[in-house]
């Protein structure tokens, strides 16, 4: 069974500019996460998404972050324009239905912004 | 508010001997734990969680944890560490809040150094 992924594992670009990460969730898999850690720091909850529908976005940090799950699968995290303060590492998660089961965590994107 | 304290940034061991890493929580009503992994370049993995029953949790890889409700703590233990097991470790509470749902809150992580 493939794991989580997530596209880029790095990027880095300048403020100002526009960044797009993905994530494709364990097939079959409803509850989608995101998550980001600033400079070695906790990891903070951004949103989550139960199929394509958001559930819970309380953690985006402001409106130039957008999140999408088109049809319930794969996702995307936009960040538009990316400011420094922006850098971190985003990780993605996903999980089955049932509330008390454990996320299974991508990779990350190591994203930089100059 | 929710909160999860991971005291220590980094823990230093020996290979063969004991690891404790430690994790206190501060959230409302019955806490749902979960401790994860980090390796290198990968993602976190899961290693153990603690909903209910049995305070003593046994995971992955000989891991276990130890949840203690007057202390508000979730330890992970080792009896006999190894080098692989240097890693970056993160505590982790549901939010109780998160309407049945499991948004996680995050310790800022321990990183563990097993010498040989």
């Known amino acids: 069974e493939a794991g989580v992924t997530q596209f880029p594992s790095h990027s880095v670009i300048e403020k100002g500019q526009t960044v797009t990460l993905r994530c494709d969730p364990i097939?079959?898999?409803?509850?989608l996460y995101w998550y980001r850690r600033v400079m070695g720091k906790e990891i903070k909850f951004l949103l989550h998404f139960v199929k394509e529908s958001k559930q819970d976005e309380s953690g985006m940090p402001n409106n130039r972050f957008l999140a999408e799950r088109t049809g319930g699968t794969y996702s995307t995290l936009k960040v538009q324009p990316a400011e420094l303060e922006d850098s971190g590492v985003y990780f993605c998660?996903?999980?089955?239905?049932?509330?008390?089961?454990?996320?299974?965590f991508g990779p990350g994107t190591r994203l930089t912004v100059l | 508010a929710q909160s999860v304290a991971q005291p220590e940034d980094q823990v230093n061991v020996a290979e063969g001997n004991p690891l404790t890493v430690k994790c206190t929580y501060s959230?409302?009503?019955?806490?749902?734990l979960f401790w994860y992994v980090q390796y290198p370049n990968r993602g976190l993995q899961f290693l153990l969680k603690?909903?209910?029953?049995?305070?003593l949790v046994k995971g992955s890889y000989g891991f276990e944890a130890e949840f203690n409700k007057s202390q508000t703590s979730f330890h992970l233990k080792k009896p006999s560490a190894l080098v692989s097991d240097s890693a970056l470790y993160f505590c982790?509470?549901?939010?109780?809040?998160?309407?049945?749902?499991?948004?996680?809150?995050f310790g800022a992580g321990t990183r563990l150094a097993v010498h040989p």
């Open positions: 603690y909903i209910t029953g049995d305070n």
């Open positions: 998660a996903s999980s089955q239905v049932t509330a008390v089961n454990e996320q299974f």
């Open positions: 959230v409302s009503g019955n806490p749902y």
């Open positions: 982790a509470v549901r939010d109780p809040f998160s309407g049945g749902y499991n948004k996680l809150i």
């Open positions: 097939s079959g898999h409803d509850n």
